[in-house]
């Protein structure tokens, strides 16, 4: 792949001098699950993670956990201080985010929303995220996103 290929995403970690490995793929129709992009770009699973945004009365969130996780609400409500939060309509994503279903990235967005990591990211030294766009995907060291996107760690996936 060209290095031609920038997203928000991509041109932060740029901005920030921080490196990362690209990764993409092909998209056949609406397969954009996590566990079919780990399989396609030939990575192991437990090192590819989603990114999930959620809103609640005081704002939103975003959610970084693994992909064959499921977020558990109730633990994410607890750390961002929010009695009741829900998952973000597919509808509003892109005008919330920049980013749409599937190629939405924890770096990069229109506005930088508290984000949570899951505690498991602390067994990696690098996890693979969204690079902003389906069909792209990066791997960057845990402390550089963590950092970048001033984000918490918490148990707040369960794994299936």
């Not at 001098?17 to 992009?37: A, L």
Request: with cysteine; aromatic share 4%; proline share 3%.
């Amino acid at each position: 792949m060209s290095k031609k290929v920038k997203t928000n995403a991509l041109r932060k970690l740029d901005q920030q001098k921080i490196p990362y490995e690209i990764f993409t793929y092909s998209v056949d129709g609406d397969q954009v699950d996590g566990i079919t992009v780990a399989n396609k770009i030939g990575q192991p699973i437990d090192e590819v993670y989603k990114t999930l945004v959620l809103h609640g009365k005081n704002g939103h969130y975003v959610a970084v956990i693994p992909v064959e996780a499921t977020l558990n609400i109730k633990a994410i409500s607890k750390v961002v201080g929010e009695k009741k939060l829900e998952m973000l309509a597919v509808k509003d994503l892109e005008k919330t985010t920049g980013y749409i279903r599937g190629g939405c990235s924890p770096v990069g967005m229109k506005k930088q929303f508290p984000t949570v990591l899951d505690e498991s990211v602390q067994h990696h030294e690098t996890i693979i995220v969204s690079a902003g766009q389906i069909g792209l995907q990066m791997k960057v060291k845990v402390s550089d996103l963590l950092h970048l996107i001033n984000a918490k760690v918490s148990g707040i996936a369960d794994v299936d």
